[in-house]
């Protein structure tokens, strides 16, 4: 029901076809009055849906952390400070909030609850985030930039003095039984999304990885599975291709340290990398038997790529396929095999093929006399 409530009433903003007209505004002595609020009754618990300014949101509300407050309702995670950069950013661009902010709320002796209005006193702490709390902190401190941000309307529902064990039963409603779209559906998605709710490197990576599957001499042309694809054997997921890349093109990461900023340059990098690995293993490169044909080598090269290809071919100022192949001697340390790994986890197997890697590489540095 949760799940339908979120996704319903995301659509009713969407389409301006909200059922009820919300009105909110201060009234004597520092209160506000909502009309028109829907009361919900549910199986175990009854709430109320409405909206309510972005000012008066990050007035009333604060954060219960388990573990660290010690008080009823406390189910929160710590605030991560990049996600709250992130949300802060959207919101500063526009971004959309059809999702309600849940609320528990504590102060239960103001506010004052009818059939359909609800008055409340601007009070700090009078509400717990159950869910929502980087939202409430991003849209915060894009208000401290942008002072008329106080007046975006965001939908809440408001729970009324929950247990802490009521909080956990909606946290977990929330956050286990509503399954996230799947990685590579959102990765796909950012090549066709408004630049409102864009990640610049997941988009770049994404685009990285289509050139990658689209090209025709590319190592990996048509073996990246990008959203309702047939079902394969082998091949790589779009958010591994994604997962993999984005750390080496986000700001000031790797390639915007050694100035290769443009995309085509970047392609570039990674089509030569990739091919100089797969000549290494001839016609046995599409084999169901080899390594990179799978998640966990895709990925440890693109870790070892960083590690040390890249600053090697800095040094070198050459990232051309031939200069990473004279250093690059997999086919003479053995080729790496996919049954060398399929039986244990993930990141040990990338751990397992960046070692085997780390053997066959045979940097070519002219040696010179320190100096101090």
């Known amino acids: 029901m949760f799940f339908w409530l979120r996704e319903h009433f995301a659509n009713y903003f969407q389409n301006n076809e909200i059922l009820v007209v919300v009105k909110s505004f201060k009234g004597k002595g520092g209160s506000v009055i909502i009309n028109e609020v829907i009361n919900i009754k549910q199986a175990h618990r009854d709430f109320i849906l409405t909206s309510m300014s972005a000012k008066t949101l990050s007035d009333i509300t604060y954060t ?9 309702g406390a189910v929160q995670r710590i605030l991560i400070e990049r996600r709250i950069k992130g949300i802060k950013e959207f919101v500063l ?19 004052q609850i009818k059939d359909s209005s609800i008055e409340f006193e601007i009070k700090n ?23 008329s941000l106080e007046n975006l309307q965001v939908p809440v529902v408001i729970y009324l003095n929950l247990t ?10 929330i956050n286990t039984e509503q399954k ?70 986000e700001e000031k990461a790797i390639f915007e340290q050694v100035g290769i900023t443009e995309l085509s340059l970047q392609f570039k990098c990674f089509y030569n990398y ?3 690995i797969a000549n290494n293993y001839d016609e046995s490169w599409d084999s169901s038997s080899n390594a990179f044909q799978f998640a966990a080598g895709f990925s440890a090269a693109c870790e070892f790529y960083v590690t040390k290809i890249i600053p090697y071919c800095t040094q070198k100022k050459s990232f051309e396929q031939g200069t990473i192949e004279e250093v690059l001697n ?16 993930g990141k040990e197997a990338i751990r397992v093929i960046i070692d085997r890697l780390d053997k066959s590489f045979e940097p070519k540095v002219e040696q010179k006399e320190l100096r101090f």
């Open 64 to 72: 219960a952390v388990r573990g660290v407050d010690d008080e009823v």
């Open 93 to 111: 661009s526009g971004g959309d909030f059809p999702a309600a902010i849940v609320l528990n709320w504590t102060s239960t002796d103001s506010i």
């Open 125 to 147: 702490r009078s509400a717990q985030i159950i869910d929502g709390q980087h939202r409430v902190a991003g849209i915060k401190a894009a208000i401290k930039e942008d002072s």
């Open 164 to 173: 802490t064990k009521e909080c956990a039963d909606i946290f977990l409603a």
């Open 180 to 249: 996230p779209a799947p990685r590579s559906l959102v990765y796909d998605l950012y090549g066709i999304s408004s630049d409102t709710t864009l990640d610049p490197a997941s988009s770049r990576a994404r685009d990285i990885a289509e050139y990658l599957n689209k090209e025709e001499t590319s190592p990996y042309f048509g073996k990246i599975k990008f959203p309702g694809e047939k079902r394969r054997k082998g091949g790589i997921a779009l958010s591994t291709a994604v997962s993999a890349i984005k750390p080496l093109v």
């Open 274 to 276: 990739f091919s100089a």
């Open 330 to 345: 997999i086919r003479q340390n053995g080729l790496i095999k996919q049954d060398e790994v399929s039986k244990i986890s």
